[in-house]
């Protein structure tokens, strides 16, 4: 071929994007260290006082061995097999005294992100995530570093001024019961959901939830107090149970609250009739435990969530305490990194009750928004750290949790030590290989890994799910058609698992440094006409 052709045909041949092209998750991989480190720092804040974090090292090959064989606790065997993992260690002390290190494998990748463990060769793969705040047809997602926090929604009926109406109540299970906990509840006399109200009730009781979120003033009081000749309906909303017997509730002998809440007209919206809704909800589950005199007592509150939680019947006392604890552990988590995520959303919460308010009061909208903006590849970032070191942080959470929750006081140091030995695992990144749907074995028979390899990315609703076949279904509004997939996606490379062009990447697309999607300023007058095409 003439030169001078074949450089014209190169200059005006548009090029990769070279991150995208040797593997997003190379780029990303070089900050394993320092991202281990942010999560240990921002989990410190939250130790106890006596507890100290003193940063990390990298251990020397000689330290690295002692280590591995100093672990066979008498075994005749040895792994041998290559894995791409290097020892580092964390340092600690207590009371000023050094504790014994704590030492945590951490992976690290080839050209394309390959990386081999035990032998095995696997592929990582960016995930395509939203930027905070996950929304699908009737449920949001919010996957924070000490929990993924999946909201629902369920009707309860009440009466305003006299008439039926139904709203919704947003729930999530945001206590993790263990296997003999779920025993017990599903054979208790009331089941049901953990609403949002009840933890705002829980913690800051009737009045002030409506006064800190709502900023409004809520009479509280029975059938006989609250009336319309005190309320006139012209200036009040006057609000009670619809008496009806939940079907969680099996009690035989069920008789409804005549408990009544009465609300200026002109503070009651959605927001305030969904709050309203929620604490109904609790009421016509417990309609003889509450009543006006009692619903500022978070006591209260927080032994019905017990009795929810663990089954009625259950000691008071222990109840209170368990959901007091509870509640304490849920102050700390929105950390600092939650919270710049949640601000790109344009949520701006300081913790976390106030990000249920924010959940509460816009579930409904946000559920409701057209499918374009949920089908859509654009606003979303390309993440690795996060969900191929989730192991690690979750483990660190777990012991943060646990070092603030022991019942011995004062602490000792034989508490941390046991707590680290049983959560902090050298070997808790060899599990990467499995229920993470971001690692797959690739076969790449060329020199040339995007077709493969590095073109490969992951929706975030499979992250989770291991390399099985994915569960949506074709009725799912983020898999419909959008134009951003021919920006984003590849509609030219489809796998037959994901035929709508989401699971490839465009070697030429713009992506930021922390992994967002940028649009091409030239091409948004174009797929924009596109999608209102497409739309229409």
Known sequence: ?????????????????????????????????GYIDRIMRTAERDFPPELRYNGYRRCTPQEEFTEATKRLNHQSTFELARSDLYLVKYLFSFNGEELEPVYLYLPFVTEAGIITLRGSTFAISPVLADKAISVTSDSIFIPLNRDKLTFQRLLHPYYRNGEREAAYVIWSQIYHLSAKDKKAAASSTVRGRTTLVHYLLAKYGLDGMFNRFASIEVKVGTAETITEERYPASEWVI??????????????FYIGSNIRLAIRKEDYNLTVGGMVAGFFYIVDMFPQRIRPEYVNETRLWRVLMGQLLWGVGSNEGKLNDEVAKHLRSLDSYLDSEAKTYLREDDVHCEDLYGLLYEILSTFNHRVTQSNSQVSSMYDKR?????????????????????VNSTEKKPLAKSDILKQMKRLLKPNLVMGINREHGEVSSVAAPGDNKYFKVTSQIVLQADSSGGRGKSKTTSG????????????VGSYSTMGK?????RSKINPFVNVASDGMIVRDPDKIPLLDEVQRIIQR
Request: glycine share 2%; charged share 25%.
């Open 1 to 33: 071929m003439d030169k001078k052709l074949f450089d014209l045909i190169s200059a005006a041949t548009p090029r990769f994007n070279d991150v995208i092209a040797n593997g997003l998750a190379v780029e990303h991989m070089r900050y394993v260290e």
């Open 239 to 252: 609000c009670s149970s619809s008496q009806i017997k939940p079907k969680t509730v099996r009690d035989k």
């Open 382 to 402: 390309l993440m690795v750290l996060r969900y191929v070191l989730k192991d690690l942080t979750s483990a660190i959470n777990r012991f943060m949790f646990k």
């Open 476 to 487: 799912d509004p983020s898999k419909h058609l959008h134009s951003s997939i021919a920006e």
């Open 497 to 501: 698992s994901e035929p709508t062009g």
